[in-house]
């Protein structure tokens, strides 16, 4: 077993829980696990990549060879784009379609919309709108994570204890909240893939 | 032993705690910060109460340090790597004092500057130093480096250099903990002269030195973190310094690939695997995450005429950090890359954070300035530092930490009046003090913004030194009362804004003015709240 992911989005929208999540998975499932993560000046609202390994073998490079990615996971959609060298053949695309725009030169979304949609293996979902129906907006991130998760091949319930130890100091009610946005990006993925 | 999932920054802190250190010092810096905060929220260090603090600047944390090695206990610093900039005067001459307690020094380079104004590899300053290095490969050697390199670094009596690059700062993986060792008690240096570094002094630890340098090497042939594998074809050998070796390993996976591969992560140089590897094979590729240090020092070092490649020879990019791709590309396998990336995708710098007060402070210099002209504001390090980018473009320079003011004097001195500096609170007690003393001392026409925002923001909010002092010691410094304006930096207090900086532009001497809102990333920290109200300073 191994899978590479690609977590891309902008500073500040939440990649690190969405690895630490998958993180917490993959040690409850015994796994190998490397996660390159990046700090620092980009996390002022610049672009940020996380790269994550899981796999049941002994991982060699903390970075994902190029070309080498199963899925590329973003909470962007002109985001999920910029890492496309990464991306496998036959990969997964799986993005939000919610732009942040904090640049004069965001391109035009229906245009970004379309790149993605070149691709026959995408996944693209309004998180934010499903995250603002469960009532919880922050998570958007975990409806993310949720969409990508037939992708990763880690049983589904694992994430779930994932999710209850990362947020299980904030509380009772915001790890009910982030599980119901997992399974809601799941179900959505199950229904338009 | 207990297994924990740990960044590379981590490890260390980690392996340092387990390996009896009673201190930490530091001054914040990517990608080395997570060092000293992992220590500093480790229950384990609280409980045994080590010394975790942050540090003015680098300079007053490696002396620190370098005291407490002195007193008998394990010690170690963290910076980044142009931090052993401001702190390589200490850092040179520990060489000659050499250590009493385990001292190590850990330095993170950026190669691909990252978040960085260079590249520069900090294994020359080891040599130059005659200081041993240790560059761990993986998050395991990570710890294990800290934990042996107090062990080695009282063994030989000297500190010992810790050296890591980006990616393995900020990669996580599991990391399996040794037993946890008793911290040092206080005790002397056996010569109560070894610290003395008074010319004669210094002579006879100089030799010293020197002296040890075999005993390293040969700690360095045997030591379990240069590996040696053997292979059938000896066309070509490598060399893999540190994480180079990950990414080697990456490119040859499923490969047919035999060929033998010395991995160095302990210097100096382990000279015997080295020569074996330079007689059997025709040529020998080098791969660094930095600079080619190993390169250039090997082509100086065999007989045999092995042709050497790496950086220099164009095998490998001369600049930028290594990857998978870099590395495969080197030992010349095609790359299967991706799709591209469409046209369409814009480049995202990063901003100052929407609400910021350093966005009032530019908006209100470039109106005050228009009369006077472009090309006057001498900026530094900090987030401020984005006052670079438009739609601001409010900065001409930012060199290094502290450079704004003495930039200013220089161009005032020049007659480039009125010249303007422009620095962060934390960044003014790391480095600006002297440089405002020396502008006060010829009462230079400069206009000084400290703009405070209570904390250490580039980095991620760290203590700043300046809290609830910077008046006082710009007092103390000798600025003049009346030229010492504090004001709320806000789209609401703009006229005043406007109108203080316009007055202090127009003064012929020192003035500081000191902007003042929190840093909106803070808000939430409780503890920094109480401070700042004790302190009175809302
Ligand atoms: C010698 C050196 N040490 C550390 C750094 C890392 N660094 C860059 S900006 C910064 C913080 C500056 O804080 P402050 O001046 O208060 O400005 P703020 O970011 O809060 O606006 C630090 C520590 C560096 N670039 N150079």
Known sequence: ?193 | MEKLLLLGDEAIAQGAIDGGMSGIYGYPGTPSTEIAEYIQHSKEAIDKDLHREWSSNEKTAMESALGMSYAGKRAMVTMKHVGLNVAADAFVNSAVTGANGGLIVVAADDPSMHSSQNEQDSRFYAKFSFIPVLEPTNQQEAYDMAYYGFELSEKFKIPVLLRLTTRLAHSRAGVVRKPSKAENGVSLPENPRQFVLLPAIARKNYEVLLGIQPGLEKEAEESEFNTYIDGTDKKTGIIACGIAQNYLLESINGKEFNHPILKISQYPIPRKQVNKLLEECDEVIVMEDGYPVVEEMLKGYQEAGTKIRGRLDGTLPRTGELSPAVVAKGLGYDVNEGPAVPELVQSRPPAMCTGCGHIDVYTALNKSLAKYGEGRVFSDIGCYTLGALPPYNAINTCVDMGASITMAKGAADAGLVPAVAVIGDSTFTHSGLTGLIDAVSENSPITVIISDNFTTGMTGGQDSKALGRIEDIVKGIGVEEAHIRVLKPSKANMDEVISVLEEELAYNGVSVIIPRRQCIQTMKNKTLAAKIAELGLK
């Open chain 1, 1 to 193: 077993m191994k899978t590479d992911i690609v977590l891309s989005g902008v500073g500040g929208q939440g990649i690190l829980s969405i690895a630490a999540t998958i993180g917490m998975a993959a040690l409850e499932n015994n796994l190998f696990l490397k996660q390159s993560e990046i700090h620092g000046m980009s996390q002022r609202g610049g672009d940020v990549q996380s790269s994550m390994r899981i796999s049941d073998k002994e991982i060699a490079s903390d970075l994902i060879p190029l070309g080498g990615a199963d899925l590329i996971l973003s909470v962007e959609p002109m985001e999920s784009l910029r890492h496309l060298p990464f991306l496998k053949e036959g990969g997964w695309l799986v993005t939000n379609s919610t732009p942040f725009v904090n640049i004069p030169n965001y391109p035009e979304l229906d245009d970004v919309h379309a790149e993605i949609k070149k691709f026959p293996n995408h996944i693209l979902i309004d998180a934010d709108a499903i995250a603002a129906e469960i009532g919880s907006r922050k998570s958007s991130n975990i409806v993310m994570l949720g969409a990508a998760s037939p992708f990763i091949d880690m049983p589904f319930e694992t994430l779930e204890a994932g999710i209850r130890k990362i947020f299980g100091r904030k509380g009772e009610a915001i790890v009910e909240k982030n599980i119901e946005a997992l399974r809601a990006g799941r179900d959505f993925t199950q229904k338009n893939k």
